[in-house]
């Protein structure tokens, strides 16, 4: 047969070899890998090259619990998490197949920055009752939100002091009573993701007891 007609009929029936998936890589949206809860994340997994039809997968965590899979004539795919929450927090990965077997991208860490809850502001052992001349402890502390969170403690609305709580357990702050120091305190807790107020609690004095 003639070099030509072979030529041609390669051309006609031969099926081109392809090119295998390379480079993946996956990406978030919004950026650098934090997300605030209730917010929506993106899982952006793309590849450099490839050819034909691409399956492209989701895992979570380090031993991989697939979340999604689709197939798509594209360099790049998305899966979304509608409202993000603080036990979506983990490790993600994904991978990419057109056949030659699956290429693996690096793993991403996920936070979930949980906002603020409104604080509780508590008096020490005294209650809301002091003494001239004792020493009083303000406790303020708020049930969920993400760490660092900055406590400032206010006495009719200017402030007596601040705190920052790296962990949970909130925050204190402690001083001598003196007779301008009845009236209302409330206090404010923060982590940047919004700022929440406790309820004004009244402290009433009464004269060092005889």
Not at 105 to 117: G, K, Q
Not at 146 to 168: C, D, K, R, T
Request: glycine share 10%; charged share 15%; net charge negative.
């Amino acid at each position: 047969m003639l070099p030509w007609l072979l030529l041609l009929i390669c051309a006609l029936l031969c099926e081109p070899a392809g090119i295998p998936v390379s480079d993946v890589n996956l990406e978030t949206r919004p950026p650098g890998g934090w997300v605030m809860e209730g917010s929506k994340l993106v899982l952006v997994c793309s590849v450099a090259n490839a050819t034909g039809n691409i399956t492209y997968f989701w895992y979570r965590g380090a031993l991989g619990s697939n979340l999604e899979t689709k197939i798509q004539h594209s360099l790049t795919a998305e899966f979304e998490i509608v409202e993000a929450k603080s036990s979506d927090a983990e490790q993600y990965y994904c991978a990419a197949d057109n056949g030659f077997g699956p290429v693996l991208s690096e793993l991403v860490d996920i936070t979930v920055r949980v906002p603020v809850s409104r604080p509780v502001l508590t008096f020490g052992d005294s209650g809301t009752q002091a003494v001239l001349g004792d020493v009083v402890e303000l406790h303020c502390e708020t049930l969920r939100g993400s760490p660092p969170i900055f406590y400032q403690f206010y006495h009719e609305n200017v402030i007596l002091g601040s705190s920052s709580a790296p962990s949970a357990g909130g925050a204190s702050f402690n001083f001598s009573v003196t007779a301008e120091h009845s009236g209302n305190y409330f206090c404010e807790a923060s982590n940047g993701q919004g700022a929440q107020r406790s309820e004004v609690v009244t402290l009433n004095l009464t004269g060092k007891p005889t």
